[in-house]
């Protein structure tokens, strides 16, 4: 019974997810289109563990593992018809079109961590002193990474410079275990990446994690932690673990270490997350954080659970990436990340439980949503 339910889930992972991509970045532009057909173009700061690839160089970076971290800038076209929490791009390595898709019309590579480190201080400079961290989920190439990132940034209207932390994920349903070693391997590299930016004049780090990408930024928080350093010299902004895919008693174990957080700390959870179904029967049908059921339990080791179960996903049915898919929730995350952490330092209790309750009641035109903070339990019942 139980190898019937992960082929199931693993054939529904197949489908709707990136089963036949080819992970291509830089794909051909045949066409010329106007300056008014392009909504934007970001620059999105690249730290890797991921080897370069040289089978296909539009790949930039593959899944092979690299000892070393990598440093890069990738300049990305956002079309005027763009959808909020949609990312259009070209299938595999089909021809680009701008005026319709997310395009990648330039890559720069950094020599060294110093160069990296000089070109990013001086965009965070220009942008008002604030980053904004992703860092990827499990199955996710080098250009899943750099689209999605593309897309919060743009679709938040993120103030500051947006920096991915890739790691050297296979891209492949199977490649679970791969992954998940390949997350171990880079704990250092994101902590290191993490100092750097404070080391710069930014004033706030914000930090975004999705899935698996969850369970490393958590390690390295728990390294910073350990070293006395847990919120980078008082620049640590904003973290959001969206699905996380971590064994809820590792996540407990790991939060004791780091203490509870003095700047706001989201987890954001769905009970019917069909891509953490497969991580759970992988891992003996031990619950993850992220479709975890009991969100109090959560929320007293100092975190605020937003359960987003009703709320709609648009990730063909699998329910994983719905703080970044769901074009209302995208735009609330936003509207919060706009407001530099730091303001959130001196909020209250109170304070802090009408955030969600702001909240719930803006996402009531899609879904019911329960906040749970360490101080209180919101259930926002809106029938929208």
């Not at 620059?43 to 040289?54: D, N, P, Y």
């Not at 171990?184 to 698996?212: C, F, P, Q, Y």
């Not at 990340?337 to 001196?346: C, K, S």
């Not at 009531?364 to 019942?381: H, M, N, Q, R």
Request: glycine share 8%; proline share 4%; hydrophobic share 40%.
């Amino acid at each position: 019974m139980r190898f019937n339910r992960f082929v199931a889930v693993t054939l529904t992972l197949l489908v709707a997810g990136c089963a036949g991509n080819t992970h291509d970045l830089l794909n051909k532009t045949t066409v010329t289109v106007p300056a008014s057909d392009i909504a934007a173009t970001h620059e999105i700061f690249v730290a890797t563990t991921r080897q370069q690839a040289t089978k296909d160089s539009r790949q930039v970076f593959d899944g092979d593992r690299s000892l070393t971290t990598s440093y890069a800038r990738v300049d990305v076209t956002v079309p005027k018809v763009h959808q909020v929490g949609a990312i259009e791009r070209a299938k595999g390595s089909a021809n680009s079109n701008p005026a319709k898709q997310f395009t990648a019309t330039d890559v720069v590579h950094y020599a060294d961590a110093p160069q990296f480190a000089k070109a990013v201080g001086a965009d965070i400079a220009m942008r008002g002193d604030r980053a904004l961290v992703f860092v990827h989920g499990f199955n996710n190439g080098f250009d899943d990474g750099i689209y999605r990132l593309t897309q919060i940034a743009h679709d938040t209207k993120y103030p500051g410079t947006p920096v991915l932390f890739s790691w050297a994920s296979s891209a492949k349903t199977t490649g679970y275990i791969y992954d998940k070693d390949s997350a171990n391997a880079a704990r250092d590299d994101l902590e290191a990446t993490l100092r750097m930016l404070a080391k710069t004049r930014v004033k706030s780090i914000d930090i975004i994690a999705h899935s698996m990408g969850t369970w490393l930024t958590m390690e390295a928080l728990r390294q910073l932690a350990i070293t006395g350093d847990r919120d980078l010299g008082g620049k640590l902004g904003y973290v959001v673990l969206a699905s996380p895919d971590i064994d809820v008693d590792v996540f407990k174990k790991q939060m004791i270490r780091y203490g509870k957080p003095d700047k706001p700390f989201a987890v954001l959870l769905s009970a019917d997350d069909r891509a953490l179904k497969l991580s759970s029967l992988i891992s003996g049908d031990k619950p993850r954080v992220g479709d975890y059921g009991n969100a109090a339990d959560l929320a007293s080791y100092g975190v605020s659970v937003v359960d987003l179960t009703k709320a709609k996903g648009g990730d063909g049915g699998l329910n994983h990436a719905k703080f970044a898919d769901n074009p209302i929730l995208v735009q609330l995350l936003g509207n919060r990340l706009r407001t530099p952490a730091g303001l959130a330092a001196d909020e209250s209790p109170a304070d802090l439980a009408n955030v969600g309750e702001g909240l719930g009641k803006a996402v009531g035109s899609v879904a019911d949503v329960v906040i749970t903070t360490p101080f209180k339990v919101l259930t926002i019942v809106t029938g929208g």
